[in-house]
């Protein structure tokens, strides 16, 4: 199975600070990488796909980028709404895999 | 609007039997695999398997294959997981998800998640 690294699994941060996740797959993957957001106890929302395409109706302010088997989420301006789990999932190899999650908490 | 509404909690003992469900609608049910996902309490999201209501092939992940089973009516747009004697390690909440377009995709509609508790 392909190994997703996220790293951090916890980030501290202000509200209006600037957050970057990054997500490392163990080979290649190509852009077949999404990115989701959990708050607790609701269920995961797609936030972004193909790497850096944003789902309709999510904010400007996160963005998604690759190099190589390197994957990059970035939060500009962290909003209240943000402080959540988020995790990356690769989905060019069976099975489908995600990484072990980025826990976003107030500072 | 696509939702995907899952049936309710489960409280079950180690050995029974259990089937959950998760019903589709806003779209042609046919026309998009559904998977399902499995999140352990406190730990994070693991692919159990996924099928595809049209003509209800099936594909599991490994881990899972021969512990759950999969599968779907398309008369009533209704995908369902299965396990024919519970242990305490299934306990975890079940999201069932979308393939927006092929068996390899990401997920664009989550399930609100069923919680499912085995004791003994």
């Known amino acids: 199975d392909i190994q997703m690294t996220q790293s951090p699994s916890t980030l501290s941060a202000f509200v209006g600070d600037r957050v970057t996740i990054t997500c490392r797959a163990s080979?290649?993957?190509?852009?077949?990488l999404a990115w989701y957001q959990q708050r607790p106890g609701k269920a995961p929302k797609l936030l972004i796909y193909?790497?850096?395409i944003l789902e309709s109706g999510v904010p400007s302010r996160f963005s998604g980028s690759k190099s190589g088997t390197e994957f990059t989420l970035t939060i500009t301006s962290l909003q209240p709404d943000d402080f959540a789990t988020y995790y990356c999932?690769?989905?060019?190899?069976?099975?489908?895999?995600f990484g072990g999650g980025t826990k976003v908490e107030i500072k | 609007e696509v939702q995907l509404v899952q049936s309710g909690v489960e409280v079950k003992k180690t050995g029974e039997s259990l089937k959950i469900s998760c019903k589709g609608s806003?779209?042609?049910?046919?026309?998009?695999?559904i998977g399902w996902v499995r999140q352990m309490p406190g730990k994070g999201l693991e692919w159990m398997g996924v099928?595809?209501?049209?003509?209800?092939?099936?594909r599991y992940n490994p881990s899972f294959q021969g512990q759950v089973t999969i599968s779907a009516d398309k008369s009533i747009g209704t995908a369902y997981l299965q396990w024919g004697s519970l242990k305490a390690s299934d306990t975890a909440v079940y999201y069932c998800?979308?393939?927006?377009?092929?068996?390899?995709?990401?997920?664009?509609?989550w399930g609100q998640g069923t919680l499912v508790t085995v004791s003994s």
């Open positions: 998800v979308r393939h927006p377009n092929t068996l390899m995709d990401y997920f664009d509609y």
């Open positions: 999932q690769q989905y060019n190899t069976y099975p489908h895999t």
């Open positions: 099928i595809n209501p049209g003509d209800s092939d099936t």
């Open positions: 193909l790497a850096s």
């Open positions: 080979q290649s993957i190509s852009s077949w």
């Open positions: 806003g779209y042609k049910f046919t026309s998009n695999w």
